[in-house]
């Protein structure tokens, strides 16, 4: 009876060791093959029952003014018919918002220093008829996408 408890202790311990979280991989941006595209790759949050998938893209065919957006894919039981979005500090963003028959999609505009403020992670406060919603990305995800374009327009601008 010993050996059958002290059997089911070291199975139960490995199977601890194997539901813990697997390291964090790491974070890839991506160009695209016309480079006028630069995406950051999806970062999965789940909470409660749903989640959402997140990802940074940028407009990069005008190097002298590049377009910022971050997209968002909420998959939820229930919709919150978001219709205002903030910034950490309080500003008020642009968005747009489509709903599909798995959740609502957004789609916000940000510029370069809210991104430049969002080393520690990007923050978007959304409120709709339904609640309210906090939006996370990692702050690697915005410094690796940042970097990537520096680094993008920096080899560009070394060819010509």
């Not at 959402?52 to 039981?77: C, G, H, N, T």
Request: charged fraction near 20%; glycine fraction near 6%; charge should be positive.
């Amino acid at each position: 009876m010993l050996k059958i408890i002290s059997l089911l202790g070291l199975v139960a311990f490995i199977l601890t060791g194997c539901a813990t979280q697997a390291p964090k991989t790491p974070v890839h941006t991506t160009i695209s093959p016309d480079q006028h595209w630069v995406t950051s790759s999806t970062h999965t949050y789940h909470q409660g029952l749903g989640y959402f998938d997140a990802y940074l893209i940028a407009d990069v065919s005008r190097p002298d003014s590049p377009k910022y957006q971050l997209k968002i894919l909420e998959y939820q039981s229930y919709w919150r018919f978001l219709d205002s979005a903030f910034d950490a500090q309080g500003k008020r963003l642009r968005f747009t918002r489509k709903d599909n028959d798995r959740g609502e999609q957004l789609m916000f505009t940000l510029n370069r220093s809210i991104l430049e403020q969002s080393h520690q992670g990007l923050k978007i406060n959304t409120f709709g008829k339904r609640g309210k919603k906090l939006f996370m990305l990692p702050g690697a995800h915005v410094v690796d996408f940042l970097k990537t374009i520096d680094q993008f327009n920096k080899n560009r601008s070394g060819l010509n």
